[in-house]
């Protein structure tokens, strides 16, 4: 019998790395397909970094690995605002969705929004500056700590470790100051909650109860949204849940997996 195949999307600045702990957890009893986005590390670029383009280029990413039958969409993050934006324009070509950690509010309305404003004159600058400035400017080890530090809610100093690594490793493998300027325009300017009411297939949301991105209790008036969804949740753990608690995501995922629609 063919293993039921799982495409996963992951979030902004990110790499296919930053979902390589819930790859691990979930083994060989599916498929695993994890791209890097356009924009980033080896994916493609893009003539513009809207979520229109990004939408297109999963139809068509998709539409190239030839599968015999519909995939398991899975989405992290901003990953979760382009595949949830897919499942409502191409809904007969996955079979089920699962957002980790869905952006479930615009962030310039979230709790952290002035950081987000932050956020927006910092990209700004990023692609004012001249090329040889902007990388620097972008990567600044600084900058990635502050946003690392932030969002790792673990106590364990070993795994606070680890992801402070994968975020200096990985975190600034973007294109230009110009694709991620646009991409984060992108993830700011939308969120799950634009299409959820459109998604008409099975959809699985995971959230943290500590997450500062999307609150627990916005992630709950999100799930409300679709037509057939559910909402797990996962204590004492934000928005780095692909990170923290790789097990408890491999777990839902496998449940979800196995049930029956519940239409």
């Not at 992108?186 to 500590?210: E, H, Q």
């Amino acid at each position: 019998m063919a293993r039921t195949t799982i495409i996963m999307i992951h979030g902004f600045r990110g790499t296919h790395h930053g979902l390589a702990r819930i790859a691990e957890e979930l083994g060989d009893a599916y498929r695993l397909i994890i791209p890097d986005i356009p924009g980033f590390d080896t994916g493609e670029q893009l003539d513009d970094y809207s979520l229109g383009s990004y939408v297109s280029w999963l139809h068509r990413f998709l539409t190239e690995q030839k599968l015999t039958t519909p995939p398991i969409l899975l989405g992290h993050s901003f990953g979760s605002i382009i595949s949830a934006a897919y499942a409502a324009k191409y809904p007969d070509t996955i079979e089920k969705l699962i957002l980790v950690n869905p952006i479930g509010a615009p962030a310039l309305e979230g709790p952290k929004a002035i950081m987000t404003r932050l956020a927006v004159l910092y990209y700004w600058i990023g692609e004012k500056l001249p090329a040889r400035l902007a990388h620097p400017w972008l990567a600044a080890r600084p900058m990635v700590m502050i946003m690392s530090v932030t969002m790792a809610k673990t106590k364990d100093k070993n795994l606070r470790k680890y992801i402070h690594s994968q975020h200096l490793q990985y975190f600034s493998r973007f294109h230009s100051a110009h694709s991620v300027s646009e991409s984060f325009k992108t993830s700011t300017g939308n969120s799950v909650r634009d299409t959820a009411a459109m998604i008409p297939v099975s959809t699985l949301l995971i959230a943290g109860d500590k997450d500062d991105v999307t609150p627990l209790h916005k992630q709950e008036e999100l799930v409300a949204l679709f037509p057939d969804a559910r909402l797990e949740v996962i204590k004492d753990v934000g928005h780095l849940t692909h990170y923290e608690t790789p097990d408890q995501i491999a777990r839902f995922v496998n449940e979800f997996i196995a049930s029956p629609d519940r239409k």
